[in-house]
């Protein structure tokens, strides 16, 4: 694929998320989809991690380029699970902020730790995000199809953060470490925030 072609799929991917944000908040429908969807758009500490996880697995080798996101995406479940239940841990929040800043970190560092501790970091910061999801459920919504929202909108992150990292032809080695950077910077303020 050529440079110009790629930039263009993006772009145009990144075209088809711009109507989400207008159901990024409550009042349209009560199928829960578009709350779903809109939740991890909506939020910077969750759009700001799950573009982090796609830009970290394009800085990964082998397996891990597919699992990250995929742990991500599964520990998220397990926590919307959680958090639909009613189930919630201390701290939730600031644990959000820290993954944030960890992820940004990893980003920055280009960090390619053991598969089983970045699987296992992962797997932790899908799981507090989704239960934030889970127990920010809106009322008289679906809790599969708020469920299947969160994930489409999840993976279009991972998705996004990784095509940036791999298809741009400008110094994706440079723009993705300043990107983690950024993130980590944002994850101090949302920690002191």
Known sequence: MQPTQSIRLSLGAALCLIPVFAFAHPGHGDSGLMAGVGHPLGGMDHLLAMF?????????????????????????????????????????????????????LLVAMAARPPVAFALGITGLFGLAHGMAHGLELPEMSSPAAYAIGFVIATSALHAAGYALARWFPIKAAVLTRVLGVASAGAGVALLAG
């Not at 397996?63 to 959680?82: E, I, K, N």
């Open 52 to 104: 982090a996880v796609g830009l970290w697995a394009a800085q990964q080798k082998g397996r891990a380029c597919w699992m990250l996101p995929v742990t991500f995406v599964g520990g998220m479940l397990l926590g919307g699970l959680l958090g639909v239940d009613g189930f919630a841990i201390a701290y939730l929040e600031t644990g959000i902020a820290a993954s944030v800043l960890t992820l940004g």
